[in-house]
């Protein structure tokens, strides 16, 4: 059983990459840190304190958010690794920060978790018991995030290059999804669990 402290969490207030497609491009600016994320089998919630008070906002794959990216209640969570961000800036440059990928947990992995057999089922241990996950599985890469590795504009065409980012951002470069099978509040410092690794 492998175990990673959990270093970052955020939401999604609202789509990550509006417009319509050839010509939607991934825009970060929807990402929110939280202190503790609320999942559900419906999906999360955030919450956090900042200068101006205590906030809370629902992510955009959340069923009930009204431009809810998963409707079908299978997204749940992503999780990446500190190494997997490493590896991102020391391909395609500083500008992918901790985080700008758009995953909702962050985990202490100096190696990442790339091409790790990602197990399908794990736990997250919190200061109030385990919240179990099902369907683990790799986050697909996409054109959007690709340009954006790249800095590359939107077009009606798909470069060569970004042909080849979207074969290198996947086996869990963009990290890995799974869905909760109940409650919980995931905070910093707590810890992933992945049997078998």
């Not at 789509?15 to 600016?29: D, T, V």
């Not at 919630?45 to 205590?54: A, F, L, M, P, T």
């Not at 749940?76 to 985080?99: A, K, N």
Request: proline share 5%; with cysteine; aromatic share 6%.
């Amino acid at each position: 059983m492998a175990e990673f402290r959990i270093v970052g969490l955020q939401i999604q207030t609202r789509p990550l990459k509006p417009g319509r497609a050839p010509y939607r491009e991934y825009r970060p600016e929807g990402l929110q840190r939280v202190d503790r994320l609320l999942v559900s089998e419906r999906g999360n919630h955030g919450e956090w304190s900042d200068d101006s008070g205590d906030h809370s906002a629902i992510d955009v794959h959340h069923q009930d958010h009204p431009q809810s990216r998963d409707r079908k209640g299978r997204g749940g969570i992503s999780v990446l690794g500190t190494g997997d961000y490493f590896r991102l800036r020391e391909q395609y440059g500083p500008h992918l920060v901790d985080g700008v990928a758009g995953e909702s947990v962050l985990v202490d992995a100096r190696d990442g978790l790339a091409g790790a057999a990602f197990p399908a089922d794990f736990s997250i241990r919190t200061a109030s018991g385990v919240i179990d996950f099902r369907l683990g599985r790799v986050a697909d890469p996409c054109v959007e995030f690709s340009r954006f590795c790249l800095r590359e504009g939107a077009s009606a065409e798909v470069s060569d290059a970004v042909r080849k980012a979207l074969i290198d951002l996947d086996d869990g470069h963009r990290g890995y999804r799974a869905a909760a099978t109940g409650s919980g509040v995931i905070s910093i410092g707590d810890t992933l669990l992945l049997p078998g690794l």
